[in-house]
């Protein structure tokens, strides 16, 4: 059965980075794309980017650009996030989900990593 | 950007209601539209895609219409495990916004 594992909770200070795994086992992680949504507490969804780990094509929304890096490891059938120059709107769980392409919609999510920022 | 609008965003019912969320996108967005359930502390389950498309394994008795900018989720008769907040996404253009939920809660 498909299944995607995440890197556990994190606690950072401002300014600092973050860097989210998500391991995905059940199905081969190069035929699939791999999206970020992440969503502050209490809070809606909201879309980050996404990577191509066969290609290691990527995008991501522009009010990430710059500051987020998502990458892949084939090998280990694991994709990461990255997440620089960390504020304390920044707090939030970050998913990652699959995608058949590009576009959404995903059909497999990872249970979530809380990401928290605070002094 | 697209803006997605939901509504109401919060809704009571009782098991057995019908019930029906509203997505509104600020542009058309064609059938390019998804629906989301999740539960506290939960990830969002995909339920419906392309608008009226159910994914594998959701009950009948969910079931999605529309198209352009105006879409509905409609739940036939609500079950205790519906209990959730729903979220609709458009899929047509970046970025892939969701709209701000939709909370079905127990009257």
């Known amino acids: 059965q498909v299944q995607l594992v995440q890197s556990g909770a994190e606690v950072r200070k401002p300014g600092a980075s973050v860097k989210v795994s998500c391991k995905a086992s059940g199905y081969t992680v190069t035929d699939y794309y791999m999206h970020w949504v992440r969503q502050a507490p209490g809070q809606g969804l909201e879309w980050m980017g996404w990577?191509?780990?066969?290609?290691?094509?990527?995008n991501s929304a522009q009010r990430f650009q710059g500051r987020v890096t998502m990458t892949g490891d084939t090998s280990i059938s694991t994709v990461f996030m990255e997440l620089s120059r960390l504020t304390s709107a920044d707090t939030a769980v970050y998913y990652c989900?699959?995608?058949?392409?590009?576009?959404?919609?995903?059909?497999?999510w990872g249970p979530g990593t809380l990401v928290t920022v605070s002094s | 950007d697209i803006q997605m609008t939901q509504s109401p965003s919060t809704l009571s019912a009782s098991v057995g209601d019908r019930v029906t969320i509203t997505c509104r996108a600020s542009?058309?967005?064609?059938?390019?539209l998804a629906w989301y359930q999740q539960k506290p502390g939960r990830a969002p389950k995909l339920l419906i895609y392309?608008?009226?498309t159910l994914e594998s394994g959701v009950p009948s008795r969910f079931s999605g219409s529309g198209s352009g900018t105006e879409f509905t989720l409609t739940i036939s008769s609500l079950q205790p495990d519906d209990f959730a907040t729903y979220y609709c996404?458009?899929?047509?253009?970046?970025?892939?916004?969701f709209g701000p939920g939709t909370k079905v809660d127990i009257k």
């Open positions: 990577i191509n780990p066969n290609s290691g094509g990527k």
């Open positions: 392309k608008a009226s």
């Open positions: 996404q458009q899929c047509n253009s970046y970025p892939f916004n």
């Open positions: 542009q058309s967005i064609g059938s390019w």
């Open positions: 989900a699959r995608g058949n392409g590009s576009y959404p919609p995903t059909d497999y």
